[in-house]
C-alpha cells in the first residue's frame, strides 16, 4: 500500500522568494516519487521524478526535489518563485513493483505568487 | 503541441443524457488511463487499460465505462449522467518501458445540471 500526504493546499509566496511545497509519503516497498504541475484548465505535466539515482532531482522550470528516505519525504523547492509558477502542484508514488504499477497522488497544493 | 487529445473540453448536459468522452493518442502507448478529479481532492483512478481487448476498474467505483478496440483509443462514456457525475476527467497514457511517469491530456470538465 502506498500514499502520499501534502501538508498545505495553499501556499503563498512572493515573487523572488523561496518555494517550500511539502510532501511525505508511505510506501511498502521502494518507490519513485514524482512531482506534477497543473495549470488552469489544463492536464497535469511532470516536473521531475525520483527513481532510486540521485537523491536529489533537478526538474523543469527551476525546480528540484529531494528524497530523504528517513524522513520518508520528497520536499519540492525553488529558490526564487515567479509569477509563472502560479498552479496547483501534485506529489505522487508509485511502488517498484512491477505486478503493481498505479500512481497514487496526493491532494495538491495551490501555489499563489505575491508580486 | 498534444500527443494526447481529450474531447469535448468543456460539456455541459441534462440529466439522464448519454455521453462519450473521446480520449486518442500518437504517442503509441500500450498503457491508458482514466481519472477523476474533483476540487481540493487527489485525482482518482476510475478506469485502466494495458492494451488492446484489455480494460480494469480502478480503485474508485464509477458508473463510467470504457473500452479499447484500438492501441490509440480509449473512450469513455456514461449511459445515463446525474449531477453526481460533476467532474473533470483526465486521460493519460504511460510507455511499457517507464519508471513510472503517465502523460496526461489537457481534461474534459463535465458538468450535469
Known amino acids: 500500500a502506498q500514499s502520499v500526504t501534502q501538508l498545505g493546499s495553499h501556499v503563498s509566496v512572493s515573487e523572488g522568494a523561496l518555494v517550500l511545497l511539502r510532501c511525505n509519503y508511505s510506501?511498502?516497498?521502494?518507490?519513485?516519487l514524482f512531482w506534477y504541475v497543473q495549470y488552469p484548465n489544463q492536464g497535469l505535466q511532470l516536473l521531475l521524478k525520483?527513481?532510486?539515482?540521485?537523491?536529489l532531482v533537478k526538474g523543469i522550470n527551476g525546480f528540484e526535489a529531494e528524497f530523504k528516505k528517513s524522513e520518508t519525504s520528497f520536499h519540492l523547492t525553488k529558490p526564487s518563485a515567479h509569477m509563472s509558477d502560479a498552479a496547483e502542484y501534485f506529489c505522487a508514488v508509485s511502488g517498484v513493483n512491477f505486478g503493481n504499477e498505479k500512481l497514487t497522488f496526493g491532494t495538491g497544493t495551490r501555489l499563489t505568487i505575491i508580486p | 503541441e498534444a500527443d494526447i487529445y481529450q474531447t469535448p473540453r468543456y460539456l455541459v448536459i441534462g440529466t439522464g443524457k448519454k455521453i462519450t468522452l473521446e480520449c486518442s493518442q500518437t504517442?503509441?502507448?500500450?498503457?491508458m488511463y482514466w481519472y477523476q478529479q474533483d476540487p481540493g481532492m487527489e485525482l482518482h483512478l476510475i478506469h485502466y487499460s494495458y492494451g488492446v481487448n484489455s480494460t480494469e476498474k480502478g480503485d474508485l467505483s464509477s458508473e463510467s465505462t470504457v473500452s479499447r478496440i484500438r492501441t490509440e483509443h480509449f473512450p469513455l462514456t456514461l449511459e445515463s449522467a446525474r449531477p453526481s457525475h460533476t467532474s473533470q476527467y483526465l486521460c493519460a497514457t504511460r510507455d511499457r518501458e517507464s519508471t513510472g511517469e503517465l502523460f496526461f491530456g489537457e481534461g474534459s470538465r463535465l458538468t450535469v445540471l
Open positions: 504517442m503509441g502507448h500500450d498503457k
Open positions: 510506501s511498502s516497498v521502494p518507490p519513485y
Open positions: 525520483y527513481t532510486s539515482a540521485a537523491t
